[in-house]
């Protein structure tokens, strides 16, 4: 599961959808704009829908998740986005797509009209395997397997790479000093591109009034420049921000440089550098440098998978890398960035790896290697002997007495059973209210506290006024003291509507009578 928690435009989507996403972007002016791909393949889309930035072939906003039909199964590799805003992306055939705004060819289909739904980007490209792509404010770039690089959009400070400022319509080859090389690594600033070669050079080219090219002026450039500064250094990666520039070396250093009005350089001050500057890490060795061409925000990770971040941290210049508690680069953005977009594709770790609650969670009611199961009207529940002694004092104590590969249970329900053992291996129970108080019952005739305590959470959620006299009994039933206080107090601001209730009409004799006693000590009855 990819923990997308920190993005607040995900915070409408109910868990299980949540549980399924595998891929994610967001984007836009306010991170108001968001994809998503599912375990199955399945590519959705949420947001404002400026420009048609969605895919959905409208420019209707939407709160709740869409699906563009063109996009599943599509297996996306990589994905990037303009401030149009546009997006493009790669997928594993190496195909590119291209939607939303348009109106300097950013989407490389000839045209300067905005598309509403993912196209196929063909011309010179449909011999070639796309593996990355990269957008600036209103350009794109994308990367083959040839470690070719193409571009078109918006030139006016070169960045298309062309030798000229007119725009392109459609992806042109970026040659030039380029020609015969092969790319490894691309990114794109505002109004600038960047690419790294299997050598350890790196180019390059565009919009350089803020030194962001590292070539030690300010002039654009249109067409790739070597940074003859870091001869001999064998950069690996290189990410951009709005107008500066991060590159990750082999040995783990960092150097930066471009525009620093907000420390964003994370030289300890805020002037710009129009050459590389080495950043001091504390002589910890980086494996990730992070940034974004809508922002003013940086940050790495260490070796040991610490993460630091510096400039724009949420209105602060932050002029100095700043070590944080957070586990990864994306979390720095979501929380700090203006606006906090993603910085790239956010993806689960190829080997998907399983964490011991995920991984119990996933065995529960598996019966591969289960070595007990519960009959539970002639339904079977498949357990392991080991984790319900260590869970359960009831079972350790049961299963110490018997070897039994089978044990039949008659005086609860199958679902109310299985709710119980499920929240044994996942600390959560998985009822809707009106059946849990059931597992109320069984959690009292099992002592097992929190239990109890989460039962009563759930059955609050689920009163109301038809069921209030319902669960006031249950609760008194089961000496659920915090649920029979709500469960009263709840009858008396509604007590009209309850006392019309049939619950209320079969209500047993001795409660009835206790009611209305407790009831007129809270003056219920006063005129």
């Known amino acids: 599961m990819l923990d997308v928690g920190k993005w607040p435009v995900f915070a409408l989507l109910p868990p299980e959808e949540l549980r ?51 996009l599943c199964g599509k297996k996306i590799v990589s994905l990037s986005y303009g401030t149009g805003p546009h997006v493009v992306i790669a997928t594993a055939d190496g195909e590119v797509f291209a939607w939303g705004h348009n109106g300097y060819s950013q989407l490389g289909n000839g045209t300067t009209n905005h598309g509403l739904t993912p196209a196929l980007v063909s011309t010179n490209l449909l011999s070639k395997r796309v593996t990355e792509v990269a957008c600036g404010s209103h350009h794109t770039i994308a990367l083959t397997t040839d470690g070719e690089v193409y571009a078109w959009g918006y030139n006016n400070s070169g ?6 400022t007119a725009n392109q319509p459609t992806p042109r080859r970026v040659s030039s000093c380029l020609q015969n090389k092969v790319v490894v690594n691309i990114a794109c600033g505002q109004l600038c591109s960047m690419a790294v070669l299997d050598n350890g050079e790196i180019y390059g080219w565009g919009y350089n009034c803020n030194g962001q090219l590292g070539l030690g002026n300010n002039g654009n450039q249109q067409t790739p420049c070597r940074i003859a500064a870091l001869q001999g250094v064998n950069i690996i990666q290189v990410a951009c921000g709005y107008a500066h520039t991060l590159a990750l070396t082999d040995e783990g250093l960092i150097y930066a440089w471009g525009a620093n009005s907000y420390g964003q350089l994370g030289t300890g001050n805020k002037s710009n550098q129009a050459l590389p500057t080495q950043i001091n890490t504390d002589k910890e060795r980086m494996v990730e440098v992070a940034a974004c061409h809508t922002s003013h925000t940086s940050a790495a990770k260490t070796q040991s998978g610490q993460v630091l971040m510096w400039g724009q941290c949420r209105g602060q210049a932050v002029a100095s890398p700043h070590l944080t508690h957070f586990s990864t680069t994306d979390d720095v953005f979501a929380c700090f960035a203006t606006p906090a977009v993603t910085w790239h594709l956010l993806s689960v770790d190829s080997d998907d790896y399983l964490t011991v609650a995920q991984s119990l969670k996933k065995e529960f009611d598996s019966p591969e290697i289960s070595d007990l199961k519960f009959l539970v009207d002639g339904k079977c529940i498949h357990v392991h002997k080991a984790l319900l002694k260590i869970r359960c004092e009831h079972f350790r104590a049961l299963l110490n007495e018997t070897d039994e590969d089978a044990i039949e249970i008659h005086q609860f329900s199958y679902l109310v059973y299985r709710a119980f053992l499920e929240y044994l291996y996942t600390d959560t129970i998985n009822l809707p209210p009106e059946d849990a108080i059931g597992l109320l019952d069984l959690a009292t005739f099992y002592r097992e506290t929190r239990l109890k305590r989460l039962c009563q959470e759930t059955i609050k959620r689920g009163i109301s006024e038809e069921n209030a006299i319902t669960l006031l009994s249950a609760a008194v039933k089961y000496e659920a003291r915090d649920l029979e206080e709500f469960c ?33 000590r809270y003056g219920a009855f006063k005129n």
Do not use: W
């Open 20 to 70: 399924l996403i595998r891929q994610a972007c967001v984007f836009g002016s306010a991170a108001n704009e968001a994809l998503y791909v599912t375990v199955n393949d399945e590519v959705f889309a949420l947001g404002t829908n400026c420009s048609g930035c969605l895919g959905l072939g409208d420019l209707q906003s939407t709160i709740e998740p869409r699906r563009i039909d063109v």
């Open 159 to 164: 960045q298309v790479g062309s030798g000229s």
């Open 488 to 520: 009263f107090k709840f009858c008396i601001n509604h007590l009209t509507a309850v006392t019309q209730t049939q619950a209320f009409a079969d209500m047993d004799h001795d409660l009835l009578k206790n009611f209305i006693s407790k009831a007129s």
